[in-house]
């Protein structure tokens, strides 16, 4: 990825999709939202939004929660099943406690209710647009820390895995069947690789991969190696 598509996908967006069953209201909320700034796209269902809206490219999603068809919370469950976390306003006729309950514990930035209030909803969607930036910019960092671990050698990443988990560089060679010597120029490598010059900022990037606990690949003792970097 270059530099302009990773600034791209950090910027995030200011595209709102609205899917409503009321054509009223979708032309009013687009009014509304067009008028202060927003790029936005209108649904009458959450079928035709799933059929045609380019659903990654947009940073908010206002949606309404009783539609002709699938439900806006059924559509949540769509959306977050098939990895699309994009923040969600949701909006309803009915000042419906459980609903709105069970939309916010799945992740939704705000529940609504209708007749909404202008500014309401537009504060909601800054807070959602904010919300997907920090996302695209963990997935900007983590895509980042993926790629810069793929050019670790599979013995820099034994290495790096026993290091993180706190074991010393005498520990480390002992474990692996290496000299001590070979474990330092090993970790040096995984340092500079990683772009990072402190342990605690290496650790923290090992957990963004997952490895916290070495239970996938566990170096395994290898006598007489005590020259060779691998």
Do not use: W
């Not at 009014?31 to 927003?38: E, V």
């Not at 209108?42 to 035709?48: G, M, N």
């Not at 490598?189 to 239970?215: C, F, I, Y």
Request: hydrophobic share 40%; aromatic share 4%; glycine share 6%.
């Amino acid at each position: 990825m270059n530099d302009n598509a990773i600034q791209r996908k950090r910027a995030g967006t200011r595209r709102v999709l609205i899917v409503d069953d009321d054509r009223d209201i979708r032309i009013a909320l687009e009014a509304l939202l067009k008028s202060i700034g927003f790029d936005i796209e209108t649904f009458a269902s959450a079928e035709d939004l799933i059929e045609r809206g380019n659903i990654e490219d947009a940073g908010c999603l206002v949606l309404d929660v009783r539609l002709t068809g699938q439900s806006g919370l059924s559509l949540q469950s769509h959306l977050l099943k098939h990895k699309f976390e994009i923040p969600i306003v949701f909006i309803s006729g009915h000042a419906d406690i459980p609903m709105a309950v069970r939309a916010i514990k799945s992740g939704a930035v705000e529940f609504l209710t209708k007749p909404v209030r202008s500014q309401d909803l537009i504060d909601a969607i800054h807070v959602a647009f904010a919300r997907d930036e920090e996302r695209r910019a963990r997935v900007v960092a983590s895509e980042r820390t993926t790629t810069m671990y793929s050019t670790l050698t599979p013995r820099e990443r034994d290495v790096m895995a026993l290091i993180v988990e706190g074991h010393g560089n005498k520990q480390a060679a002992f474990l692996l069947g290496i000299s001590e010597p070979t474990v330092k120029a090993h970790r040096g490598q995984v340092m500079r690789k990683m772009s990072v010059q402190t342990l605690p900022d290496l650790v923290r990037l090992a957990d963004e991969l997952g490895l916290g606990k070495r239970n996938e690949r566990t170096p395994t003792i290898v006598g007489g190696d005590h020259t060779d970097i691998q």
